[in-house]
């Protein structure tokens, strides 16, 4: 499904759940919204985090050329999240999914600076420097390791949460 439309339903379900007087999803409703937006941004990032892009945007740092070609798919990435990230933001969550909200909303943070961060890699001239790449790539590498923990703390606090509803989630391995 495209990424686009998938944020649109989203929004939509959201809004949908606001009418009729209604203020805030019950808890299975949000359960479902907060496990659809993980699993987004998993799908997401992990071509660039473990997949062909990270190999192939690897490859050309190495290289140290072709970085303006990944430009485009960046900036529209970067700029996907943010509008899932603002999406989400609007959730009418239940009174007592605040921190796991919050869990939320840190993971979608930690993929914009992800990809913002890839962004200022990308727009590095061919035949960059040490000096210029070093930092950045000290930067990414914090990132990606920051989206794996925040992955890992999201994905349990989501079970917790389920588990104290009586929600059952479906396992997928990833």
Known sequence: MNRLCLTALLALFVGACTSGGRDKLNAE?????????????????????????????????????????????????HQLV???L???QKYPIPEDATELHA?????LNS?????ATMQQIAALPDGFTDAQIEPLGAELDRRALEISTLMDELDQAQK????????RLNEVSH
């Not at 869990?103 to 993971?107: D, Q």
């Open 29 to 77: 409703e949000y359960m479902d919204a907060s496990v659809s937006m993980w699993n987004t941004m998993t799908s997401t990032s992990e071509p660039w985090l473990n997949g062909k892009r990270a190999e192939g945007f690897s490859k050309d740092i190495q290289g140290r050329k072709n970085l303006g070609r990944y430009k485009t798919e960046l900036g529209k990435l």
């Open 82 to 84: 943010s509008s899932h």
């Open 86 to 88: 603002a999406a989400t």
């Open 103 to 107: 869990r939320l909303i840190a993971y």
């Open 111 to 115: 993929h914009i600076a992800f990809f």
């Open 160 to 167: 917790d949460y389920a588990k104290k509803h009586g929600i």
